[in-house]
């Protein structure tokens, strides 16, 4: 089965504060993806990736940067953190756009910026 | 304004029941939609997948599709306690796209 991780799992920083999580996946997939989940929200696509050295903006990439230095790593990058990023992060992978592009996703991190 | 919308936001079904559960896309460019399942404190899972017009059905799960609408529909029956969770509906963004926008999700209790 696939495999995803994220760490850390949990992460409680300081407004202004610089914050960096990171995603692992084992699945040897092109592309990968950090979402945030809010109530009410559903999952919002902040940046995604189609390989090594790429990163592309999301929906809502302001305030996030992305770095994917190698085929399994993908690291979601908050400069300067502010209340309004507290949330769950999930990243996921998956191959394709097409019918099959199921996209297979870590346990998330929980982050509360105070 | 979210281009995938789902409804009801909340549904509570007695266990054995049938539990319908609605999705539509106002994005004319969607095509493929998959649904989700969240448990509480989990990541979510991919549940089903449909593309073509009409319904795919695996176990008690049971999905339609209506492209011209783009409405798309989860059904399961006999539900289950195991079955309570957050249901995610998800949209291909456009032909070729690996983006998929989700919808805010329904939370279903199946109460014993």
């Known amino acids: 089965e696939a495999a995803v991780t994220q760490s850390p799992r949990n992460k409680v920083a300081v407004t202004g504060g610089k914050v960096t999580l990171s995603c692992n996946q084992t699945?040897?997939?092109?592309?990968m993806y950090w979402y945030r989940q809010d109530t009410g929200h559903g999952l919002r696509l902040i940046h995604y990736?189609?390989?090594?050295?790429?990163?592309e903006k999301g929906d809502i990439p302001d305030g996030y940067k992305a770095s994917r230095p190698s085929q399994e790593n993908f690291s979601l990058i908050l400069e300067l953190a502010t209340p309004s990023q507290t949330s769950v992060y999930f990243c996921?992978?998956?191959?394709?756009?097409?019918?099959?592009?199921?996209?297979?996703f870590g346990p998330g991190t929980r982050l509360t910026v105070l | 304004q979210q281009k995938v919308q789902q409804s009801p936001e909340s549904l509570i079904v007695p266990e054995g029941g049938m539990a319908s559960l609605n999705c539509t896309s106002s994005?004319?460019?969607?095509?493929y939609f998959w649904w989700y399942r969240q448990h509480s404190g989990k990541s979510p899972k991919m549940l089903m997948?449909?593309?073509?017009?009409g319904e795919k059905e695996e176990g008690r799960f049971t999905v339609h599709l209506n492209k011209a609408s783009l409405h798309t529909s989860l059904h399961i029956r006999d539900s289950q306690p195991s079955d309570s969770a957050l249901y995610l509906c998800?949209?291909?963004?456009?032909?070729?796209?690996?983006?998929?926008?989700f919808g805010s999700g329904t939370q279903l209790t199946v109460m014993p």
């Open positions: 996921a992978s998956g191959d394709g756009g097409g019918g099959d592009a199921e996209q297979f």
């Open positions: 699945n040897n997939h092109n592309n």
């Open positions: 990736s189609y390989g090594a050295g790429s990163t």
């Open positions: 994005d004319r460019n969607v095509d």
């Open positions: 997948s449909i593309f073509s017009n």
């Open positions: 998800a949209a291909r963004a456009s032909s070729g796209s690996w983006q998929l926008i």
